[in-house]
């Protein structure tokens, strides 16, 4: 909200001073007109109010009054002691109403219940004071001002028109972070709601977890200045609960805010992510800028979107081992596209003075990596990416460097660049993808990592969730064709070839038994999970059909299914052992002929995957997955060819934890901020 906004809904509110009716008028019509007018200053004038609520709303224009009825009107309404009427007035697109409104000396008084009506937005207030003379406006009470999907509580607003000062006392606002911008342009359209006798509340008793986003945050300040087109305080606070109990929040301290029409810019010191009102990590906000959505765009940058920037995380195979990583604010190249940098720091290998991620100096790129030392140049990386929309299309580009020296540029670099949009197939919505890659690392199960040195192509696919009944179903469709540059099969030489695909893949699972869930809504009695458990027994199959072909008539296809128990139990609502699900899925593969790569060759024909997560105590939880090999004829029978191990601080606001994954000794440290509405 900009200084003009402000002026607009005070200055509307306050101006429009008394509202004139003939009382013998008022008693022969059924209907009657509400005359106004700022020209005629007189004061303690008042309406009866059954003559408000049968009234015809004109506009501004259309309004005049009449100096002798009002003449005739003053003696009669002064003598009244009581005054437990409702006054209302309009003018174009202001409508203002209030149990008492009064002018004494160029000073306009409302009092009881003030409400202020602007194309959709709603102030209130226990009472209004304007001084027409110095342009000084004061609310006091219990103020409320809702602008579409914002909504602010305070105390008390002074605001001074002439020098474009003021303030807000115990200020608390619940802020929806996508429409932000949109809802402070009173320009848009919005559409007149009459919530006259609607008190939307910030502090929520049931809320609805909203998976994937955090779109609802409470805001909360003691003192919040505005000067100019400057917006400040010296201590101000977010949090994602918006059931307001202590378990996360953001502390921001000498917050200063620049509204623009198209954007808000952010700026503050040293800040503080408090969890529990015990543990306080430091944060650096800098400068951000919330940026109004494209009309084409779904993308953009919001100071409201509050990832993990430091990132501590373990590669053996590309960085050596431990390495911390710090994301900055993101680039705005235009206003579809947006660079994000995250450099890195590459803790282990710098301890250790040598790295084993690279081939020797001048050999190629599928060469064994050796062992080398290591100049100043090795110690940092970066990974960036670029997202956004060029014209229809998504764009995704991810890159990596894992050094900076010019020599292992070739063997450090790494990326992926992808164009993706829906369009209509078959008489249904398909995503269209254009990608190419460069030195794309893939796992594949007991084969390992393998490496695509180059790739280009186009891909097809579709992903389906619905439910059946009771049976849940996942399906996915999907047509590919490229020219791949990888290694062979048989040996760590490049091998170059097409490659047309076509796979489908189906998953359900079907309930034996399910505890019903009364409701979604969720209230402070969810202290670790963010939504209810569903609970049961359970069967998931699935089903998996797939034909790659390749030059000289070389294919690979085969036939997958797998069917397995899952057993869920507890509502982790307790403080011991109150969660526990347990989840094996044995699958078997029928397969005719072989792929010329080893990125995607099948080598295991008989795995179980396997899922156990155990509550312990509190918020801890253990969680584990993992693929078991099977296949009798592989050199890893017997072997988990795919496994992760973690453990996580579960709270109903945010998710704090730390993983391992033995396949590819990698792992990190996680954490995440949950929404909800």
Known sequence: MNICQ????????????NIFISPSDARSLHRAKIVFSNKINHSNNFIDNSLILNSEIFKYDQLFASSE??????????????????????????????????????????????????????????????????????????????????????????????????KFVNVKGLINAESI?????????????????????????????????????????????VNKNQWSSKKAFLTNDLLLTNQVKLQFNELKIYPNKERLKFKSKINYLILQDRVIIPFW??????????RNSNSYDSAFEFENKWNIGYDKLNKDGYFIGRKLDSIKINNDLFLKLEPQFFLERTLKGKTKSFVKKKYS????????????????????????????????????????DLDKFANAFRTRAELSKEINFFNTTFVNRIFGAYRERIWNGSIGESEIHKAYGWQLDKTN????????????????????????????????????????????????????IDSLYIDKSFEYIPEPIKQGIFIDSKIFI?????????????????????????SFKKDFFDYTRIKVLPSYIFKSGNSIFKFDQVSEKFTVDLNFDQ???????????????????????????????????????????????????????????NGFK
């Open 6 to 17: 402000i002026q607009k809904i005070i200055f509307l509110c306050l101006t429009f001073s």
């Open 181 to 225: 911008i949109s809802d402070f342009d009173f320009k848009s359209n919005s559409i007149f709601e009459n919530l006259l006798s609607t008190t939307l509340r910030i502090q929520k008793d049931n809320v609805v977890f909203t998976p994937g986003k955090v779109t609802n945050w409470i805001f909360s300040t003691n003192n919040l200045k």
């Open 285 to 294: 906000l800098g400068d951000r800028t919330i940026l109004k959505k494209s």
């Open 546 to 570: 797939n034909y790659n072909l390749y030059k000289n008539g070389n294919s690979q296809k085969y036939l997958g299914v797998g069917v397995g128990p899952e057993i869920v139990i507890g």
């Open 69 to 166: 009825n009002i003449k005739n009107l003053s003696s009669e309404i002064k003598q009244k002691e009581t005054y437990n009427d409702t006054i209302t007035s309009v003018a174009n697109e202001i409508y203002i109403e209030s149990k008492v409104q009064s002018e004494t000396n160029n000073i306009l008084y409302a009092q009881g219940e003030v409400i202020v009506k602007f194309e959709g937005n709603i102030l209130k207030a226990d009472s209004v004071v304007y001084n027409k003379k110095t342009k000084l406006a004061k609310a006091e009470g219990e103020i409320q001002i809702n602008i579409n999907n914002q909504i602010f509580h305070a105390d008390m607003v002074e605001y001074d028109f002439i020098k474009k000062k003021g």
């Open 365 to 404: 790129l599928n060469s064994p990596r050796v062992e080398r030392n290591i100049a100043l140049s090795d110690y940092f990386g970066l990974n960036s990416s670029i997202l956004g929309k060029i014209q229809n299309w998504d764009l995704k580009i991810t890159k990596e460097l894992n050094s900076f």
């Open 615 to 673: 509550h312990l105590i509190g918020p801890w939880l253990i969680e584990t997955q993992g693929t078991l090999n099977l296949s009798k004829d592989s050199n890893d029978y017997g072997e988990f060819i795919y496994s992760r191990i973690g453990i996580n601080f579960k709270k109903r606001s945010y998710s704090l934890g730390i993983f391992y994954q033995p396949h590819d000794q990698a792992g990190g440290i996680n954490f995440s901020l």
């Open 465 to 516: 969730l619905w439910k059946n009944g009771s049976v849940e179903k996942n399906q996915i469709i999907t047509f590919g064709l490229g020219n791949y540059k990888a290694e062979g099969l048989t040996n760590s030489d490049f091998v170059e070839s097409y490659k047309g695909s076509i796979s489908y893949q189906l998953n359900q699972k079907i309930p034996l038994y399910e505890k019903v």
